[in-house]
């Protein structure tokens, strides 16, 4: 049997103000990279390819995110169309409004897409948690369209998220799902939610019939931009190690995964790593991803996964000691990950620039055998 966490950040769309933040984090390096292509001498097709995608980047052309779409109505349904370009006729004389709407999320990258599913065949996990997912159609069109209806149990869960990110739990025939839980009506003694997403409990039967229990969450990211999210990521580590001590954690067969944004040392993890026997299975002797290359493959940063894999650890898929002593073999999947500078790792032949990036986050899996 195979779990897997991943991260998706949306499939098909995602909220603007995301997109935002993204850019804003890496303009420094577009501007750089646009400068040094633009003192070149002679340019190849490609060098010239690269300067159109960062001239959109950073905002020189408009049409880039395309957000504004002509609204047709025929036969009773509306229809879009991305067409900002073309003119339009105003809906009626009595406004000024000319059938345009403006959206609040864009367009994934077609690329970004089929990257997304390349990432999740890898290891093609019978139990796949994926994390910010716009919505279930979106889950089910994946499933479809890109994993050849691979799943046959897709589930789906609203969260706190103000960009309207949810959780996804998809699994192969044979797993069925038991029951599932929703913590978004936890509240803190100020009445404010504990989560900032949510902590989601699956309970699920394997072929053999045996009871798997995964506890799946995702911390907000950017410390830096949220005065209380230090404060507020230690009291969701309490609530999930509550959570997991009801359930007899080290007698169980039970799974924490998720995104937690913040490094395994950090005290404000302290609760799920030190106050439960939960194991991180990044420290399992057969945790397997492809080393950064050059010199960085025997460099160790602070927060990274491990020696040679220096990309800074923010997924877990942490086990119970009983779950973790079935583990078979396991690891990390980086190839859909856009590299900046350094550290450098193999990627996907298709990613060519950072549109076409999968996304931000590793995939994280591991075979367990149990019976």
């Not at 408009?62 to 229809?79: C, E, I, R, S």
């Not at 890898?122 to 369209?145: A, C, H, M, Q, T």
């Not at 509550?242 to 039970?254: R, S």
């Amino acid at each position: 049997m195979i779990i897997a966490t991943y991260n998706i950040q949306n499939i098909f769309h995602r909220d603007r103000a995301l997109i935002k933040k993204y850019r804003e984090e890496n303009r420094e390096l577009w501007i750089e990279e646009f400068e040094r292509l633009m003192v070149m001498g002679m340019r190849t097709n490609k060098e010239f390819n690269r300067l159109r995608t960062l001239s959109k980047l950073l905002g020189f052309e408009d049409a880039q995110n395309g957000p504004y779409l002509t609204m047709v109505h025929k036969a009773g349904q509306l229809f879009l169309k991305k067409d900002a370009a073309s003119e339009a006729n105003k809906a009626s004389p009595l406004t000024n409004w000319n059938g345009w709407v403006r959206l609040n999320s864009t367009p994934i990258n077609e690329v970004a897409i089929a990257n997304k599913a390349k990432v999740v065949e890898e290891v093609s996990p019978d139990i796949l948690i994926l994390l910010e997912v716009e919505d279930r159609s979106s889950l089910l069109e994946f499933n479809k369209s890109f994993l050849s209806d691979t799943y046959t149990h897709i589930l789906y869960l609203e969260t706190n998220d103000l960009y309207g990110r949810g959780i996804g739990l998809l699994t192969k025939s044979g797993y069925e799902v038991l029951a599932m839980k929703s913590h978004v009506n936890d509240f803190d003694e100020n009445g404010n939610p504990i989560f900032d997403m949510d902590l989601q409990e699956y309970k699920i039967s394997t072929p053999n019939g045996k009871i798997v229990s995964i506890l799946s969450t995702c911390f907000l990211d950017n410390l830096e931009h949220h005065k209380d999210a230090k404060s507020k990521i230690e009291v969701q580590s309490k609530k999930i190690a509550e959570v997991y001590k009801d359930k007899d954690g080290p007698n169980e067969l039970i799974a924490v995964v998720g995104t937690l944004n913040v490094p395994s040392y950090s005290e404000l993890l302290a609760p799920l790593t030190l106050g439960t026997d939960l194991k991180d299975i990044s420290k399992h002797h057969t945790f397997e991803v492809d080393l950064d290359k050059g010199k960085d493959s025997k460099y160790y940063r602070l927060g990274a996964y491990k020696m040679g894999v220096n990309l800074k650890q923010s997924d877990y898929l942490m086990l119970s000691s009983k779950f973790y002593r079935t583990v078979k073999a396991c690891g990390l999947i980086r190839k859909g990950i856009w590299f900046k500078k350094r550290p450098q790792w193999n990627i996907l032949k298709s990613i060519k620039n950072e549109l076409h990036s999968a996304s931000e986050h590793p995939m994280v899996w591991s075979e367990l055998k149990i019976r």
